[in-house]
């Protein structure tokens, strides 16, 4: 698990595919999400005890790793099993979709039943998934999302409470609390409209915080975090 350079990419990528599984997370410094995503993925492929192996590539020094990619947008992550391709996904994703992700590409692990169902995401399969394993996370996560999204928000909110908390949860919970439609609005202008609110209204607090959860980019966060320390204390 390291940093890979274009020259070294051929052996430590590539040729190294064909002895275990490499999942290659291809990021920049100045890439928010980069920054939310990669200790995620270390995480996860640590967890798997040297049976799949992490190369993290800085697609500004090493171009000809991102051109052989055809990066267009990052974070961008991909396995490669025996010199090829063999999954990826683009954008930063919740632990749970990152470690369902890798777990397939770990050898002689055939999936479950409730991984199946799982991985189909629709809201049938997910509460089978959910019979089989009522506090399974990656099931909770992914129907509470799907029923907060189509403004089910209660039974949404319930199933949270089987899971302990986590980031992916405190989003989903937050999209429950200021709708769906939040996520793909002007979040910085809400939050400037709730600042001169958040001291003495309950309310604009909690949305002021709610919001912070659905900013990916970690720089934009913490500054909205230090604007609403300095209002409140």
Known sequence: MGDVTDSTFQSAVVERSHVVPVVVDLWAEWCGPCR???PILESVVAGT????????????????????FQVQSIPAVYAMKDGKVVDGFLGAQPEWQVSEF???LVPGEAASELDELVALGDEASLRAA???EAD???AVLALAELLAGDGRS?????LLERIPE????RRIAALVRTGPAAEGADLDGRLAGLLDRVKGDDDARQEFVDLLELLSDEERRSEWRRRLSTRLF
């Open 36 to 38: 939310q995503l990669g």
């Open 49 to 68: 005890e040297g049976a799949v192996e992490l190369a993290k590539v800085d697609i500004d020094a090493n171009p000809g790793v991102a051109n052989a």
């Open 102 to 104: 890798v777990q397939r």
């Open 130 to 132: 959910l019979d089989i």
């Open 136 to 138: 399974n996370e990656g």
């Open 154 to 158: 209660d039974e949404a909110m319930s």
């Open 166 to 169: 986590s980031a992916a949860s």
